[in-house]
């Protein structure tokens, strides 16, 4: 007990004791519950009127909980305050309660309790006088010689107040008692006027007139309790950045005390010597501020009435229309105070006016026009004063939107049917604050008076002023009344009216019945109908085909589309390719037979149902309205050769046999094979496409998974020299290992993964997977060998991609000069200046560059000079045509190509070399390096080591010795 009370000596007036202790921790998901000691003090920790724990320790640990998943249990003792205390510490000692709160903290303390790094509040040495004194806060100027009771208690309170008084410049007399008891009667007799307490313990009917000398006060542990400090530590951290101002909001709402306002001396001496200042009050903000009858009313009206009272202010109203306005007064010279300055008005921006502390508090909405569009067309953040004025702007679509005090615009929108068709986005509300602007012109001692007053009114005198101002029952102009009004006043006339419309009405009623039935049956045409070539639209064919489907008719879909009608419309004019297409609905006509219908589904796009059994009988008739329509383009378009293509599937078919949905998409598919195909108009949906179709789709579903599962190998095909024969690389070739579907081949993916981009994490995975095997032959002894990777045209227009590459070298620590990087031609053609940017980046980090299939396409030799490539790979199709060659033509150019990458240094390739004469065919033309099924096909790793790998190793390491 002796060792408590030391202690307690020590803290600074511990006056909360918040205890945690992890009771239960009963399964997972469930809250910790700590237990909290709880000494009664108010303000701090104390019971309500209702015996429920409060005070700003209950509501900080509440906040704390929402990052710790803390309950509490709060623990209570009997006995003064100081007798509570020193039990809930000794609690504390033994373990029975884990964390008490309100603590100072001092090495004595650290010894026996834990503490965290950061505190959860601040209490401050008051200057405390009686709540009725005539003393004002901080008037230090006429503080000289006030008697300050203290004593033996209170000594190190007094240092403070001793630098507090040097820093601020006034003296006072120090009379000394014998206990902290009676230097607090002291005061309340009247024999000394103040006394030091602490701010957040201050008696009743005592007031601070000034506070200093900060100190943070903490949470403290039962000294066990480090994993509970820990959890408490990351709670304050993280509630500290989500809410710095909690503090602050707290120690306001229980422990700062606003008193009585109480002017100074100097204060009236300074008002006294301003004389009759201009204060501008705006019309039309009411309730806030308004005119009415020629007099200033509203919140402002009634806080300057009060102010004035209390101060001797002497003031003239000055009315604006406006921020604007107002702006011009004061730099003319004609106002000196802003009654009622928003804190989101243009006030704001003017230089050389300074705010008060807001006495109202509120709101701003945001108000549109019924005309008003796009808000990104207005300025929605500008605030507006003059409510009524704004409002009525709106209302006739002078303005499309305006933000607005919420107060003022509920005022405004009791005048119904005034405002009535105004849009007001309730959701749009922010925080608005209310100041008095206080100008160069005046002395800036009137700002302080004015905070002061401000600080010093209570929430009943702010809300009895507001009040006041919102009783004020709204009232129309006559002009507004004549607008509200209106419809009755010209009601008389809309009945005389009514009379005679009523006789036309009836006159013109048979015609209009008529006219509706007219319209009925266009809108029944368009809703079945193509409006240019009056052919079915879309959604009837689908109905007449599942009709069909429903009865199992048999039948032949064909959907036909055309090569490049946009050409035709760009060329010829949409009126000729209008033309055009009714001459195609006119073939489709001329074959259609009983039963068969047609759609002009879009643009250039129509189906067809045929009744027909055989697809032999079907492509007859196809290709008999291919030639009609082909007529009809030569009549229209003259020579322009029109290509069309159908994809055609049969109903009765499997799979799914009669199933419309699904023969509609089979009919999409098939046209759009038709599409690329170069050689065949007419491509008809079977078993072998519908297996492409589902391989592809099984693709696209589970190409991300077979990624991360890696299912696809790594397959590598030997690049040989053609001088020496032995290995000199080989070319890295992907194959889809499928747990469910067996192998699948580079054609059954690699198209759709072009399409759709995935080919960039794909070529990005082999490269990995390439370097990989590297390392693992370099640490099994091995000799690598150059390995080619194809990357796809997307990573070079990617972000990063070298440096993607070299992270991926870095990673498996393998040059990258092991690393041939292929590209096609036809990526280089039509980005040459980008692509070789590109190139130059990638050898400059080590890189080799291949430039595969030359010769597939659209080769340019005048490009292949351009281009920084260390390796030429001709297409197999070249060497076929070489090898084929009777007059000798393809080898001469073959020839000249190689010659020509020899001058310019770059390294050829043959590709497919399958025969012994292909392979002496490249050899007379100084081809480099041959590739092709005569060396090997595709090998799995282990198959490659064997078969090339190994035997290469044992020659360079023989070579070696």
């Known amino acids: 007990m002796r060792r408590i009370k030391q202690i307690l000596g020590l803290a600074l007036t511990v006056c909360i004791c918040v205890s945690c202790t992890v009771a239960v921790r009963a399964g997972m998901g469930q809250k910790t519950v700590v237990r909290v000691g709880f000494p009664m003090q108010y303000g701090i920790s104390y019971l309500d009127d209702n015996g429920k724990y ?134 309340r007799s009247g024999e000394a006027d103040a006394t030091l307490q602490v701010d957040i313990a201050m008696l009743n009917n005592f007031r601070s007139i ?215 986005d309730w959701s749009s509300s922010k925080n608005v604050s209310y100041c008095v602007g206080v100008t160069s012109r005046v002395p800036s001692e009137l700002l302080s008076v004015f905070n002061h007053y401000i600080s010093a009114l209570t929430d009943v005198e702010s809300q009895s002023m507001f009040y006041r101002a919102v009783s004020e029952k709204v009232e129309y102009t006559f002009a507004e009344w004549l607008y509200v009004y209106k419809f009755y006043l010209i009601g008389a006339a809309v009945v005389l009216g009514l009379a005679v419309c009523l006789c ?51 039948m032949v879909l064909v959907a036909l589309n055309l090569r490049n009608f946009k050409y035709i419309n760009e060329t010829y004019g949409m009126s000729t390719a209008d033309q055009f297409l009714c001459g195609i609905k006119r073939c489709l006509d001329s074959i259609q037979q009983p039963g068969e ?21 079907a492509m007859a008739r196809i290709e008999m309205l291919q030639n009609r329509i082909q007529r009809t383009a030569t009549t229209l378009l003259g020579q322009y050769p029109v290509s069309i293509y159908c994809g055609v599937v049969l109903t009765a078919a499997t799979p799914e046999p009669f199933s419309a949905s699904a023969k509609h998409n089979y009919m ?22 519908h297996k492409a179709e589902q391989t592809r789709l099984y693709a696209e579903s589970n190409m991300h998974r077979a990624l991360e599962q890696e299912e696809f190998q790594l397959y590598l095909q030997p690049k040989i020299d053609l001088t020496t024969g032995l290995l000199t690389g080989a070319e890295a070739l992907v194959r889809w290992q499928t747990k469910d579907r067996g192998m699948l081949f580079p054609d059954q993916f690699i198209p759709l993964f072009e399409e759709n981009g995935f080919c960039v994490q794909l070529d990005l995975y082999m490269v990995e997977h390439a370097c990989r095997q ?49 590209i096609l031609e036809s990526l280089v053609l039509d980005h040459v200046d980008h692509i070789n ?58 020839a000249c190509i190689l010659e020509l990458a020899k001058q310019l240094h770059i390294s050829t390739v043959a590709e497919g070399v399958e025969t012994r004469e292909n392979e002496q065919m490249m050899v007379q033309l100084c081809c480099n390096y041959g590739q092709g099924y005569y060396y090997s096909r595709p090998l799995t790793i282990e198959d490659f080591e064997r078969d090339f790998l190994e035997p290469y190793s044992q020659h360079v390491q023989a070579g070696v010795r």
């Open 774 to 822: 590297l390392r693992r032959w370099m640490d099994e002894g091995m000799a690598p060998t150059n390995i080619s990777v194809n990357q796809t045209r997307l990573l070079f227009a990617s972000e990063g991609y070298v440096n993607k590459l070299l992270a991926i070298t870095e990673k498996y620590g393998i040059s990258p000069q092991y690393i041939t990087l292929e």
């Open 54 to 187: 409060a005070g700003y320790m209950v509501d900080y640990l509440e906040q704390l909980s929402l990052y710790t998943n803390w309950d509490y249990e709060y623990v209570t003792v009997d006995g003064d305050l100081n007798t509570q205390i020193v039990t809930l510490m000794e609690m504390m000692l033994d373990g029975e309660i884990d964390m008490m709160g309100t603590m100072n903290r001092s090495p004595e303390l650290e010894e026996i309790f834990l503490y965290p790094s950061y505190s959860y509040g601040t209490t401050y040495t008051a200057l405390t006088v009686r709540e009725d004194s005539a003393w004002v806060e901080d008037d230090f100027s006429n503080w000289n010689g006030m008697k300050i009771a203290t004593s033996e208690e209170q000594t190190q309170r007094m240092e403070q107040l001793e630098q507090f008084a040097q820093l601020n410049d006034f003296t006072y007399e120090a009379v000394p008692y014998d206990s902290m008891a009676d230097a607090i009667e002291a005061v």
């Open 597 to 617: 219908f047609f759609c002009r589904q879009s643009a250039d796009v129509f189906y067809i149902a045929l009744r027909e059994t055989e697809p032999g009988k």
């Open 210 to 424: 000034a506070r200093f000398s900060p100190t943070p006060y903490y949470f403290a542990l039962y000294r066990e309790n480090h994993q509970l400090l820990q959890t408490l530590n990351t709670a304050l951290y993280n509630l500290n950045r989500a809410y710095p101002h909690l503090q602050t909001e707290l120690y306001d709402e229980y422990f700062y005390s606003y008193g009585h306002f109480m002017l100074s001396e100097d204060d009236k001496r300074h008002i006294a010597q301003m004389g009759t200042l201009k204060v501008a009050f705006c019309d039309g903000n009411a309730p806030l501020q308004y005119v009415k009858d020629g007099k200033v009313g509203g919140m402002a009206a009634t806080f300057f009435e009060e102010f004035a009272k209390a101060t001797g202010l002497q003031y003239e109203p000055v009315i604006v229309d406006s921020c604007a306005h107002g702006i011009e007064l004061i730099e003319a010279g004609e106002v000196d105070l802003i009654a009622c300055a928003a804190s989101t008005s243009s006030y704001i921006a003017v230089d050389g006016i300074q705010f008060s502390l807001p006495y109202f508090s509120g709101s701003s909405l945001l108000v549109s026009s019924p005309m008003a569009t796009d808000p990104a067309d207005y300025d929605t953040q500008r605030f507006y004063t003059n409510t009524q004025k704004v409002l009525n702007s709106l209302r006739k679509g002078e303005m499309g939107y305006a933000r607005l005090d919420t107060y003022s615009v509920n005022y405004y929108l009791q005048k119904k049917v005034l405002y009535d068709d105004l849009k007001v």
């Open 504 to 554: 036309l009405l009836y006159r013109y009623g048979k015609k209009a019945r008529h006219e509706m039935a007219l319209t009925q049956q266009q809108l029944e045409q368009l809703s079945r109908y193509d409006a240019l070539t009056g052919a079915y639209n879309g959604g009837e064919f689908r109905s007449m085909l599942g009709t069909a489907c429903s009865q199992k008719i048999p």
């Open 668 to 689: 999409m598919a098939a046209l759009a094979q038709a599409k690329k195909s170069q050689k065949e108009n007419v491509c008809i949906y079977d078993q072998k496409l």
């Open 837 to 894: 940017a590109c190139i130059e980046e990638l050898r400059a980090a080590g890189f080799r560059i291949s430039m595969d299939d030359f010769g597939s396409g659209y080769s340019s030799l005048n490009t292949l000079g351009r281009l920084k490539i260390d390796e030429l790979k001709l297409d197999r199709l070249f060497l076929m045509g070489a090898a084929k060659d009777t007059d000798g033509s393809q080898r001469k150019i073959m």
